[in-house]
């Protein structure tokens, strides 16, 4: 018997079938905890983060559509509660352990700095004074630029499914990761070459 679908398991969900619902979070668990993990950047807010999602899931299980893809689906809660955890706190959190190194089950780390400046020494990218620029770029990122980075690069979202996560048009996927790219590159750009004048104005938001 084939393996049902996540789109299977929501809709039988969405009938009652509450052990759907649990196969759902066992299935996506990992990922939605990695997920928070990077943003929040502490493993035990980001177990309880994970939680708060999964609620959110099982509470707005009538207006999920077959339509659209589950994860991608999964994906918009997240991010918006991922977004309001961060408004909520009275300081912005930092992912300094998450940007450049394991995730919390051992996955690869995220590949921001290849992407980053790939006309780069490749010398260069692997200096440690240069990682650290890197983390603290990502981090001090406007929140929508930074998240939908973190789901572009970690994640492998599309442009379009990054487009139905964020409620955006693919234009303004693509013009939000642009700047957050930018922004990036204009912060690690002293590290990269010392003796660049400082780029002028201040850092873009969202």
């Not at 668990?29 to 950047?41: I, Q, S």
């Not at 899931?57 to 207006?63: G, I, L, N």
């Not at 200096?127 to 939908?148: F, G, M, N, Y």
């Amino acid at each position: 018997m084939a393996e049902r679908t996540d789109v299977d398991l929501m809709l039988a969900f969405q009938k009652g079938d509450e052990s759907a619902f649990s196969a759902l979070i066992e299935r996506h668990r990992n990922t939605v905890v990695n997920l928070a993990y990077r943003y929040v950047g502490n493993r035990q807010d980001a177990e309880d983060l994970a939680q708060e999602i999964f609620i959110k899931v099982y509470r707005a299980r009538d207006r999920y559509q077959p339509a659209a893809k589950f994860t991608t689906w999964l994906y918009r809660v997240a991010v918006n509660a991922s977004l309001n955890e961060v408004r909520n706190r009275k300081h912005r959190p930092t992912f300094r352990a998450a940007s450049l190194h394991a995730a919390p089950d051992g996955e690869a780390a995220l590949p921001v700095v290849e992407d980053v400046d790939s006309a780069s020494p490749l010398e260069a990218l692997e200096q440690s004074e240069l990682h650290r620029e890197v983390r603290r770029a990502v981090d001090a990122l406007p929140e929508r630029q930074r998240l939908a980075l973190l789901l572009n690069k970690f994640h492998g979202l599309s442009y379009e499914e990054l487009a139905e996560t964020f409620e955006l048009s693919v234009q303004a996927v693509k013009s939000l990761l642009t700047r957050a790219r930018q922004n990036v590159r204009r912060m690690i750009e002293p590290h990269l070459n010392p003796n660049a004048a400082p780029a002028p104005g201040q850092k873009e938001s969202a």
